[in-house]
């Protein structure tokens, strides 16, 4: 007996085939057989007229800490996603030398949350363990995390013996279970690190078959030389690369989309393992204190908030000539928006020009006053901008090797991370990339789609039996409606849930029924990988 028959759907299995209607029947947790079931089930759920797909996988996320502050991950499962890999752009909550050094590379931290406290990559991995979990948690090691571990806040890579030091740090986060090493170059602290930094690190995630991802230095005017040094970088450590959230942001020459994937093909035609990703959004979004120079994000947060305070280093800040966003740099304030704040509630999903007309300031002395008023939450201030391109987009999705991901946080529109936001589309991205690139542009088939959210991110993380529908493998499902899924999230209103989603099931376990969140969460952490692709 069955304990679950889903029944007549359109069954995708996730590797872009056709689809055919079939029943799917789920024993244990595991998808048992795939096909016409007229054998007995605990429960059968009529789904006819309606897609069943693999859960969607997230190979992009940075919810390292609102997943140990609230588990359910509720604005990822309402759009169908069943496992999420964290640790992205070079952070993570874990290793640290000391409790309190949580709060400074934990992304998005709340004093709300309570939590037990960890050091060690293991002891995080197990902290989140004990969390009721909504989805599948796959958690890569950060290179910003490691460095501040052996360094602190250093204004340096590191000396060769600190590297050492790095590298077998890293070695000990694989060895207790870390999915990958991230690296994030153009946020501080890895924007210091070279390739003779790094190579040592990604070494060690070539020794394990692990993913290398990194957030590279530049993609607009030194597009080129960003990817480039992604390349090598993986390339003199023997490593597999995935370069995150690949298009080029506003300030590069029109055909760097065309030029990168001609560089990337090159790369893999002499054998190179390279991949990547993009987010189904022409917004981009960022840490607000990104666009301070290297040297003003040195120290604690304390000390960053003096500068802001000082005249005169205020005035340096502005005339950085190499702003994180060259939007900045030109000054198209009206396509920049607030997209989280603590102490500044009331001006999120405003343009920076409004806020400077209500405020009666330039507009980035108001970046750099709300900036000195969220204080401590600093880090948590988020702003995006319209810095990307659909016509890229659009050209990397016809590419077999690209995934599709969010970059965004779990969090949910109650509980303690009611206030936070972590992305202009984090509660949409699947939904919208289903809804926008395939059903309204027809982009891809619906198949091909759905192989980027399932089988073609599983395969490169090396999960082992998840990202397809077929026999033995987990029952991580998603049962919508492709006519009607739709990304409801706006700048003013970001936190609306996701709709067309009928049922989720997360290892077998029903976590949405009939379009609705039930109180199951039955995630686990991933901690078994396999070395090559299933």
């Not at 359109?10 to 048992?32: Q, Y």
């Not at 959230?245 to 090159?266: N, R, V, W």
């Amino acid at each position: 007996m069955f304990d679950i028959v889903l029944k007549g759907g359109e069954v995708h299995d996730g590797t872009g085939a056709p689809a055919r209607i079939s029943d799917v029947g789920i024993k244990d947790g595991l998808i048992a057989e795939v096909g016409e079931i007229t054998a007995q089930a605990e429960e059968v759920i009529d789904v006819a007229g309606l897609t069943v797909s693999p859960g969607f996988i997230d190979m992009h996320t940075h919810s390292d800490f609102t997943l140990i502050a609230d588990g359910r991950a509720e604005s990822q499962v309402h759009q169908g996603v069943t496992t999420e890999v964290i640790g992205q752009c070079g952070i993570s909550c874990a290793p640290v030398c000391s409790y309190s050094a949580i709060r400074q590379v934990a992304p998005w931290f709340t004093d709300k949350a309570e939590h037990k406290k960890w050091l060690s990559f293991g002891d995080y991995l197990d902290v989140l363990d004990d969390t009721p979990l909504g989805v599948n948690v796959v958690a890569f090691v950060g290179h910003g995390t490691i460095h501040r571990t052996v360094l602190g806040d250093e204004l340096h890579a590191g000396e060769p013996d600190d590297v050492a030091k790095m590298a077998k740090l890293v070695d000990q986060c694989m060895e207790e279970g870390a999915g990958g090493f991230s690296s994030g170059l153009e946020y501080f602290p890895g924007i210091l690190a070279a390739p003779d930094h790094l190579v040592p690190m990604v070494e060690v995630a070539a020794k394990h078959g692990r993913l290398y991802a990194t957030h590279v230095r530049n993609r607009d005017t030194e597009y080129d030389l960003g990817f480039t040094e992604a390349m090598s970088t993986a390339r003199q450590a023997g490593a597999k690369l995935q370069i995150s959230h690949i298009q080029p942001k506003f300030g590069a020459p029109s055909h760097a989309m065309e030029h990168t994937l001609e560089m990337i093909d090159l790369a893999r035609r002499h054998d190179g393992d390279v991949a990547f990703d993009v987010i189904p959004h022409d917004w981009n979004h960022t840490l607000m204190a990104a666009i301070l120079p290297k040297w003003a994000q040195a120290g604690s947060i304390d000390e960053v908030l003096k500068r802001l305070a000082d005249p005169e280093t205020r005035a340096q800040i502005k005339a950085n000539p190499k702003p994180m966003w060259l939007i900045v740099k030109a000054q198209q304030w009206n396509d920049i928006i607030l997209l989280n704040a603590t102490a500044n509630k009331d001006l999120v999903g405003a343009t920076f020009e409004e806020i400077g007309r209500i405020r009666e300031v330039d507009p980035y002395d108001a970046v750099l006053d709300i900036l000195l008023e969220e204080g401590e939450n600093m880090m948590a201030a988020m702003w995006s901008s319209k810095s990307f391109q659909n016509k890229d987009i659009e050209l990397c999705l016809e590419q077999g090797e690209c995934a599709v991901i969010s970059d965004t946080v779990a969090i949910a529109n109650d509980g303690v991370l009611s206030d936070h936001i972590g992305s202009l589309s984090g509660y949409g991205w699947a939904a919208r990339f289903l809804q926008y690139y395939i059903r309204d542009r027809g982009i891809l088939t619906l198949g091909q789609a759905l192989a980027k959210i399932t089988s073609v991110p599983a395969e490169r993380i090396g999960l082992r039996q998840r990202g397809k529908l077929i026999k033995g493998y987990h029952a991580d499902i998603c049962v919508f409606d492709p006519l009607a899924i739709t990304s409801n999230a706006t700048a003013r209103h970001p936190r609306r849930y996701a709709s067309g989603i009928a049922h989720v099931l997360v290892n077998g376990a029903l976590s949405m029924r009939d379009g609705r969140r039930t109180a199951v969460n039955n995630g686990s952490v991933l901690r078994d990988f396999a070395t090559a692709a299933p």
